[in-house]
């Protein structure tokens, strides 16, 4: 007796466990089996359709899903409570709501178009089912001709949206017979990213509401115009007065966003990382969207290179903004290939460096006691300028540049030391630009 009760014992908890499983995992109405054979029954079939028929597309029906629930009972869960009774996704749709669908007086559906739309679902050789939207007064199939045999071969299946009626209210709606419950599946809201200068859309974000959208940075969801490069900054406004607030928050209404394209490809410079990393690349030119303050950048830079000396042979567009706190000190040595010194090494003759201030910058140039050679030049913006070279309403103030002359081996300027611009090719202002050389055999400080 005690062995049987035992086993009876097990048994039941065995029941109760499959079905409190059915209840909030499963999708079906049956699912599990005792010792007996019996299975777990529920009083009712609540399904769920996402109703997509041809508003999301032809070949994108999702399959329904089931659940089992007793008499007078709640829907306690629903599509997307978990990864085992999961939402389907849509593009740019998503569900709004569960509702009733709307029937005539013989209890048949009410669909959106009363002759429906009818797909020709067909397996192909391979084992896949396609469908393809049949025209039953044309008798077309797409653009293709469907053959009296051909129609013997196929499925035919009626797409047609069903109309929604009551929403279901999961809340405080009870079920007491079976049910039938259709997705309500709408657009998605877009933020629409529209070029200020043309007024065409370069990238559309789309999200259903409620969703937080962080800033779209460079790469994957960032604005994209063929021949262009985006400006990395967004407006309220087509007139660039209020940049745009993120996170965005998508509601159920269209947004658009501002932005600012300029052709070619272009290093888009927010930060002195950033300014640093492209003048040691040297491989696309600079735009600068931000004031750049090298201060900070590292704490060493005294005695490391901002960047390289090589040639500089690209655009420098500043675009009015400032580049301040630049502080460099060369010590020029035999056989060195940084024996000459500025902001920039040598302009070449492609290079246009236009519209920008640079502010508060030390250069200091100091010569190895082994070094025998003579020649040496160094300039606070520049040592060297290739005729070709362009500089435009560029300013230097409050700099300084400080080297020793070493028997006038060393030529310096506040300027550029070796120019071979061409004067209309050159519109530059020094503002508090001072130039300090110290003799031979003297350090620096000494009186």
Known sequence: MRLKKTSLKKSFLKILLCAITVLLFGTVLTACNNDTGNTVQFDHTVIFKYNDGYLVGKNNMKPE???GVDENS??????????????????????????L?????????????????????????????????????LGTEGKEIITEEDINDVKYIDDTRVILDKEWV???????????????????AKLIGVDIATGETVRTWQRAPKTKFNKPEDGIDAPVKTGYSFLRKYYKDAEKKEEYEWPYVFGEENDTVYVEMKQGSWAVILTAAELVAQMKSGSRNIHLAEDIDLKDFDGSLKTKELWTLGNFNLEFDGNGHVVKNITRNFVAAQNSKTNHAGIFGTLGKNAYIHDVTFENVTITYDVNASLTAIGLYVGLFAWKADEGARVENVTIANSTLTYHDYNNGV??????????????DVKYELIDVTVTVIPSGVDEGEE
């Open 411 to 424: 030529r310096g300027s506040n300027w550029i030391t070796q120019d071979s611009t061409r004067e209309q």
């Open 101 to 137: 669908p709307k029937t005539d007086e013989d209890g048949n559906l009410v669909k959106q178009d009363e002759a429906g739309r009818i797909f020709v679902e067909k397996t192909d050789r391979y084992g896949a089912v396609k469908r393809y939207e049949y025209d039953l007064e």
């Open 170 to 188: 999961f809340e405080t709606d009870r079920v007491t017979e079976d049910v039938t419950l259709y997705a309500e599946l709408k657009v998605m």
């Open 74 to 99: 709640l829907i306690s869960i629903r599509p997307g409570y978990n990864d085992k009774f999961n939402e389907e996704k849509f593009d740019n749709y998503y569900v709004a709501g569960w509702y």
């Open 65 to 67: 899903q089931t659940l």
